[in-house]
């Protein structure tokens, strides 16, 4: 079983860039694809990214598209979701994921077999 800790949330304003990391322990991140989801106060969670295990399939929400960036570095066990030009409606607590089909870059929350327990981002207009 792997364990995912999520850093790197934070507040800031509009059109500001954050970047969020996820480090996994127990096991290599490179086991499994990765994905990234939000949830806004009083609203469902909802998918942002996902990457296969080896970064050769990459799925992005369109909301986020041209904006948001994953990537990973299975070396040091982490993943990374770089987040540019910021807009308040980004408010949410950010939770990465792991599914242990790795070859996908599934948008389905269902699919996740391991969860973080999220980091908190606040975008100010």
């Known amino acids: 079983q792997v364990q995912l800790v999520e850093s790197g949330g934070g507040l800031v304003r509009a059109g500001d860039s954050l970047r969020l990391s996820c480090t996994a322990s127990?096991?290599?991140?490179?086991?499994?694809?990765m994905g990234w989801f939000r949830q806004a106060p009083e609203k469902e969670r909802e998918f942002v990214a996902a990457?296969?295990?080896?970064?050769?399939?990459?799925n992005y929400a369109d909301s986020v598209k041209g904006r948001f960036s994953i990537s990973r570095d299975n070396a040091k066990n982490t993943l990374y979701l770089q987040m540019n030009s910021l807009k308040p409606e980004d408010t949410a607590v950010y939770y990465c994921a792991a599914d242990r089909l790795y070859y996908r870059a599934s948008a389905q929350s269902n699919d996740f077999n391991y969860w973080g327990q999220g980091t908190q981002v606040t975008v100010s207009s």
């Open positions: 127990g096991r290599t991140l490179g086991q499994y694809a």
């Open positions: 990457i296969s295990w080896n970064g050769g399939r990459i």
